[in-house]
């Protein structure tokens, strides 16, 4: 919708889209922050997971990049290698892998061995505590990179004459047209998607929102790149690079479900029913509760 530069910082210039982007990124990590607090993390437990949070953010950024930049090749080796698109599957998986890795060679591996206090593991939850909500916070910074996306005119859909069809810069087609919006339909549906994670969670002491997460927005994606119309290059014949990532990420939803059951839910340590953290008190919600009916909802 807004292409050109918002304004410029000496030779840098300000897009629309990279603030949105900020903007999403923030919110993530206030909403992470507020949660910690709510649901009583320590003070390290939630120094060392923001500060993974936030170095996993940037090695998915990089990755999202990576990503785009192999499927451009692979469309059109004689193109080059060119480093500069992004795909948010990519960023996903490199986010949430180098997460996943630094955490675990953290706690099993760094903290067993180390003799500085700094270094040695004193939180008072897992991983596996934060798993329920750290979804809900990955969605509503993709939320705002869709938003990003209409203004920088990628991700969108075909031209349309039909009533759902919105005038805005489309990149692909090198200048303004009536096309369908899907960066503003997914936008609609990661807000939405968000909503019902943070009831279930909060209102129902669910514990599976990455399995759900998984699924609902793997279903989602896959089915949007039929309509989407801008090329993001070859991967698996029949299908676009995200529809094959989209598959292996339900897959991967529906076995955390599992996972969780069997695994997952005996590492909890459900910090909102340990003593409160700096004299705060625990959140209502967790007072008086066993693990037992904590899990409750995730169980009917």
């Known amino acids: ?20 982007m900020a903007v999403g ?10 949660v910690f607090s709510y649901r009583n993390f320590n003070e390290e437990c939630t120094d060392k997971m923001l500060l993974l949070g936030i170095v996993a953010t940037g090695i998915g950024i990089l990755f999202a990049m990576l990503f785009q930049s192999v499927y451009d090749y692979i469309a059109d080796p004689d193109g080059g290698f060119k480093f500069g698109n992004m795909t948010f599957l990519g960023g996903l998986i490199g986010g949430v892998g180098s997460y996943l890795l630094f955490y675990n060679l953290y706690v099993y591996v760094v903290a067993p061995r180390a003799k500085s206090k700094l270094l040695q593991n004193n939180m008072n939850a897992s991983l596996t505590d934060a798993l329920p909500f750290i979804p809900i916070a990955i969605v509503i910074a993709h939320a705002f990179g869709r938003l990003g996306c209409s203004f920088a005119g990628c991700c969108h859909g075909p031209e349309t004459d039909a009533w759902y069809g919105m005038y805005m810069y489309a990149r692909s087609l090198g200048g303004y047209a009536t096309v369908v919006p899907t960066q503003l339909f997914e936008c609609i549906f990661l807000a939405v998607l968000a909503a019902v994670m943070a009831l279930l969670y909060f209102k129902f002491k669910f514990n599976c929102n990455f399995g759900v997460y998984c699924i609902a927005y793997g279903v989602w994606r896959f089915l949007i790149e039929f309509v989407r119309d801008d090329d993001r290059g070859g991967f698996i014949p029949g ?14 939803g529906i076995g955390y479900f599992f996972l969780y059951k069997y695994v997952f839910k005996k590492m ?15 959140p209502a919600a967790a007072e008086g509760e ?7 909802g995730s169980e009917k």
Request: proline fraction near 9%.
């Open 1 to 20: 919708m807004y292409p050109d530069p918002l304004f410029s910082i000496g030779d840098i210039d300000i897009y629309a889209y990279g603030v949105c």
């Open 25 to 34: 990124i923030i919110l993530c990590f206030v909403f992470l922050l507020w």
């Open 239 to 252: 299908l676009t690079p995200s529809q094959f990532w989209c598959i292996i990420m339900v897959l991967l």
């Open 268 to 282: 909890m340590k459900h910090p909102e029913l340990q003593p409160p953290v700096n004299g705060k008190k625990a």
């Open 290 to 296: 066993s693990t037992a009916n904590d899990d409750a």
